[in-house]
């Protein structure tokens, strides 16, 4: 299984905070002599905070902007173009990033956009792994309403949990383990409300596919992070530029299924509105974002990070909306804060 | 402050496992000599865990008990003299416990019934303050409703920690802390329901009302382990037999004042029943177990104990009355887990 070979040059790339600062293959080290080590590594810390806050901030507003959308009334323009536009920006974003970097650089081995059949061969396929969930999710609504799919769909902070561990082989303390199930219970308590007591009737069916989506999405995630840290030294915007090339197939292709006759009779950007385009600029930075947590961080951290994200986009959902807080709510978020303090100390004792 | 005395005998009573089995003052030294540490040691944390597991039984078959008397009708006897019998009743084995130690042991300095007015000065206090707590429970229903104040009640759980990390001066473990905050929210968690929320609109009094009530049972409860505990090599039991003489004391003013004609009219146990008895009884065993906690572990142990008890009651009563789990259950109980796995692991790491 090819996303195992990934183990070594990852521990190398991934880990080296823990490891006193070794410097990655292929990168200068002309500054590693002497506090080189600790400069570097705090470098690197900062790196991994500004991604990961900056997904933070994005994937709460994200929700705010739906929040908003909703608020404007119906979705007028088709989801499966909206979808398409958001990957075509992410890739120009990442060729701009390219072109910059190509002008102030050079080309280098690291950084051409060229690559060879056995680095591209497996960036389809978490696009596609996403295309089956997404497929999926039509269907569970059969057996769940919206709300228990919302529940379900904690499940996810599990399977990527567990994914991780298995086929990155990256281990969680036992004191990161419990900070985990918590993250779990805590986001889920969070959401409670009168109705969530349904979910408990979901039939064997719609478990089994809330399972599944649950594991294709860990998986298509923990996959990401597998062939963007396969090769450490690789410039992350020709890593994102292919991965969303696929992307943009994969979303053409479902344009194709569902909504051809549309686009060919009302056109590409029918019932685009500015908060439609504010929200596909929202969703593209916030797919780069993800990219950049899987480079410099890990899955965890973007779990965590888009579960606080959740939390916040309640807090600022009350002054901007006038939404009410619950009771489930407070304690939701304090069991998530428990489980963000716990992961931060159980790193330090493992 | 005197319960601040009790610090150092304490530490060589309560935490001698962690010392690698000292003997106990006054204790017979004659099997410490090879192996006595250690066997000292495991029939201490077995004494521990007996007396821990007899609390947990009790208290989850007391409100078991409590929701049967509720089907069954209206209590039709008066709370006070049930109350009254309870005290009597501990006391009454008390003191068959300690004939029985006498005629096996002979009476020494620490079984001997007769006390100092040093010794016996404190032991009105924890009745006093549960006194003016039960008497504050009668004003806070003005404030909040009966669901909301089951809620409020959580808060005996952070009062608990808080002062005994004051009061007798114990540490918990950062762990063991996030532990006891994620106690507090993951029993609320499972209590929560549909009128939850309404908690949150408590006015300032009725939230004052219930810290205040929290602080007063959690100065009680603590100050109990401190009374026990000052003198550890003093029979439990003569510990007990003052500490409910006084609760006798206390509660017969409280016929006094509340049901006087009541029970002259219609005497003492008028509307007893079978159920009555039992819960009597029940209530008596529960009170010595926690006496016993406090005595051989401690008010953390005390607090654990009685919210697992919460959980297994409501398992208990989905067999036993059709009782349906709810999802904030099934959370609730699963942060709980977590909380005590982290109060374990917390304990080794500190």
């Not at 419990?178 to 409300?193: E, K, V």
Request: a positive charge; proline letters at 2%; hydrophobic letters at 50%.
């Amino acid at each position: 299984m090819e996303y195992r070979k990934i183990k070594d040059q990852d521990d190398v790339g991934d880990d080296i905070e823990n490891r006193g600062g070794k410097a990655l293959p292929g990168v200068s080290v002309s500054n590693v002599a002497n506090f080189g080590g600790i400069s570097s590594e705090r470098s690197k810390w900062k790196r991994k905070s500004i991604v990961t806050l900056a997904l933070t901030i994005l994937t709460s507003s994200q929700a705010i902007l739906i929040v908003w959308s909703k608020r404007a009334g119906k979705y007028e323009y088709s989801v499966t173009t909206a979808n398409f536009s958001v990957e075509a920006l992410k890739c120009a974003l990442s060729l701009a990033a390219l072109l910059r970097i190509w002008r102030r650089e050079g080309v280098t081995e690291d950084n051409r956009l060229s690559t060879t059949l056995d680095e591209v061969s497996v960036y389809p396929i978490p696009a596609a792994l996403y295309l089956v969930k997404n497929l999926l999710q039509y269907y569970i609504f059969a057996y769940v309403d919206a709300p228990g799919y919302q529940i379900l769909k904690n499940l996810n902070i599990i399977s990527t949990g567990v994914l991780y561990r298995i086929i990155l082989k990256k281990k969680l303390s036992e004191i990161q383990w419990a900070g985990f199930i918590l993250l779990c219970a805590g986001c889920t308590t969070a959401q409670l409300n009168s109705s969530s007591d349904r979910v408990l009737q979901t039939p064997v069916q719609g478990w089994v596919m809330a399972i599944v989506m649950a594991l294709l999405s860990g998986f298509a995630g923990v996959y990401t992070e597998a062939i963007i840290k396969k090769r450490p030294s690789r410039n992350i915007n020709v890593q994102n530029f292919w991965l969303y090339v696929f992307g943009m197939g994969f979303n053409a292709i479902a344009i194709l299924v569902q909504d051809f006759d549309a686009v060919v009779n009302k056109g590409f950007f029918h019932g685009y509105s500015l908060i439609t385009i504010l929200m596909i600029l929202n969703h593209a930075l916030s797919g780069i974002a993800v990219s950049m947590v899987m480079k410099y961080a890990d899955n965890i951290v973007k779990v965590y990070s888009t579960s606080v994200a959740m939390l916040l986009t309640a807090v600022v959902s009350v002054f901007l909306f006038g939404f009410h807080l619950s009771l489930a709510f407070f304690l939701g978020s304090t069991i998530v804060s428990v489980s963000v303090y716990l992961h931060a100390i159980g790193k330090v004792q493992r």
